[in-house]
């Protein structure tokens, strides 16, 4: 076979999604086993992967799973436990005393606590939680969702205290080899490093200026009563302001203080200036957006989780300062226990479960750290708000009932996705002496485009988090290749390095099971396709941006290879 047809086959199982999810419409539970199927005959038949090897992936993709559904599951059950103590319908009140313009509520909501959220713990979870948080503040489920993947993207490259950088460049670069290249031109590997963060920030902060903006262009344009985009541009002022606010911190923190803080760092900043703008009308139009009346939303707009004020007027409220502290005491949680080495050290090794070596000899393994992870950080909150609200325990019960039902289909469709995922990263591993999946799809994208090969550099990294749903794997599987491209083609190693993190985080945006995972907390599972129809604009937006900014920086500025000359 044609050396040439192996990428082809590569790229089958990711066109084959694409094209009946977005294409044909069908949903992610009809789509994604025969996607599974296809990619499990692929790494046996054109890869050569053994059958225990293909069998471990699976199993490793499940208890991949199992992390995944474990934190929806602790998602789904604070909300529903606030909805049932009554403490969702304070929190609406109190986003429509800030404002009542749903424009406004989506940048301080999904943009700003997404970001936060993300900042502390990645993986996911800001959509999982933003989501029906929104749904809760009367959103369609269907917006809820296009704006909580919209928030997978700037501050993603540093979520979980920066473990993108952190782990996913450091671990996906050969530092040894590296370290002797630097020391050799009067450099270090603590140079080269700060300065891929400090790239990495500056791309985000310009590229994610107009996120804020462009979420409430779309939130007007699909979801208004005139689908209209110049609607959302009404508002341009207030979201350029609050773009602002985020990205300048942000950019400072990566630039000075490293990767840990600045999704972090940019958020709180952010917070504390523009909610009290917003309270005060600055730069606000007069006239406030809303929704059609919710009796008007097509049936696709809706999921099947009832959340709305409506449906709670007869549950009394709890006070506001009541209302917001399980969300306050989940932020300090999930940052306490990221940026503490004792704790992090202690919930990493207690109430985990680990399966090394699966199958044995494959060297593939997996765990699932049920106190570390989001979810189970989330199920205390919730029995701390259990006696903080003065709940009823029949009260609680259906809170667990309405979440377990939720979970269900979510988990159907990840049972294949997930293990599909798994195959193709672990698949270079094989009898036919090729990459891996992911990285042979990379090396057709970048022989294809040549001397341009830096403004697609980009596009490289969202291929890779579109297939793992994650920027810390895409990182890991393709830094070192876009190291070494950016080598044999003369441009600077540390901005082909960095733009791959920032496209990697963008490719989260349209990563089926983080679409999955977000659209089972408001009940709106199989209508996949119509999330990622919409947040391939956004994802598109910031590719371009990205590659554009990688091109000037090379062309205009004259950026070269750190290992020659630092700039």
């Keep these: 076979m044609p050396e040439s047809i192996y990428p082809l086959f590569a790229f089958l199982p990711l066109g084959l999604a694409a094209v009946l999810l977005v294409g044909f419409n069908w949903p992610a539970r009809r789509a994604m086993p025969l996607v599974f199927a296809v990619t499990v005959a692929i790494a046996l038949v054109v890869w050569g992967m053994t059958v225990n090897r293909v069998i471990a992936s699976a199993l490793q993709g499940l208890i991949l799973t199992g992390s995944i559904l474990w934190i929806i599951f602790g998602a789904i059950l604070l909300l529903n436990t606030l909805k049932h103590s009554g403490a969702i319908t304070t929190i609406r009140r109190g986003f429509s005393n800030i404002s009542p313009d749903r424009r406004v509520q989506v940048i301080i909501v999904a943009w700003l606590l997404g970001c936060f959220i993300e900042g502390a713990s990645g993986f996911g979870t800001p959509a999982a939680v933003v989501a029906p948080l929104l749904v809760a503040l009367g959103f369609p489920a269907l917006a809820a969702v296009m704006a909580g993947m919209m928030v997978q993207s700037t501050p993603v490259s540093f979520g979980a205290v920066g473990t993108p950088i952190v782990v996913g460049v450091t671990g996906g670069l050969d530092q040894t080899a590296i370290s002797e290249r630097l020391i050799e031109h009067g450099s270090s590997w603590d140079a080269l490093y700060q300065m891929i963060t400090s790239e990495v920030a500056l791309i985000h902060a310009v590229a994610g200026l107009l996120m804020p903006l462009l979420m409430c262009t779309m939130l007007t344009r699909f979801f208004g009563r005139d689908q209209s985009w110049r609607e959302g541009l009404a508002i341009a002022p207030f979201a350029l302001f609050a773009g602002l606010a985020f990205v300048v911190p942000y950019a400072l923190a990566g630039v000075f203080l490293g990767p840990e803080f600045p999704s972090l760092t940019g958020a709180m900043i ?8 917003a309270r005060t009308g600055f730069l606000i139009p007069r006239q406030p957006w809303d929704f059609p009346e919710a009796r008007d939303w097509p049936s696709k707009w809706l999921g099947s989780i009832d959340i709305r004020l409506e449906s709670l007027a007869a549950k009394t409220p709890v006070s506001l300062v009541a209302a917001w502290c399980p969300y306050g005491l989940l932020a300090l949680l999930l940052v306490v226990s990221r940026a503490h080495d004792g704790l992090k050290s202690w919930l990493n090794q207690h109430g985990v479960l680990d399966w090394d070596d699966i199958l044995g000899e494959t060297g593939i393994s997996g765990s699932i750290a049920l106190l570390y992870q989001p979810g189970g950080l989330m199920i205390l909150v919730v029995l701390v708000t259990f006696f903080l609200h003065r709940m009823q325990f029949a009260e609680l019960k259906m809170a667990v009932k309405e979440s377990a039902q939720t979970l269900i289909g979510a988990g159907f469709v990840l049972i294949f996705t997930v293990p599909m995922v798994r195959i193709l990263i672990n698949s270079g591993e094989n009898l036919a002496g090729l990459p891996a999946m992911p990285q042979a799809m990379a090396q057709l994208v970048a022989d294809s485009v040549g001397a341009v090969y830096p403004f697609f550099a980009p596009s490289v990294g969202a291929l890779g988090a579109f297939i ?23 441009v600077s190693s540390a901005l082909l390095v960095a733009v791959q993190a920032a496209g990697a985080a963008a490719g989260n945006m349209i990563a089926i099971h983080n679409v999955v995972a977000a659209s089972a907390t408001v009940g709106l599972l199989g209508r996949e396709g119509e999330t990622i129809r919409m947040t391939v604009v956004p994802t598109l937006y910031y590719l371009i941006v990205t590659g554009a900014i990688a091109m000037i920086a090379i062309n205009g500025l004259g950026v070269t290879d750190p290992l020659m000359q630092r700039f």
């Design 270 to 277: 952010g917070l504390a200036i523009v909610v009290p703008a």
């Design 468 to 490: 793992a749903g994650s920027n810390t794997v895409s990182n890991l599987m393709l830094a070192q290749f876009q190291f070494d491209t950016a080598q044999l083609i003369g």
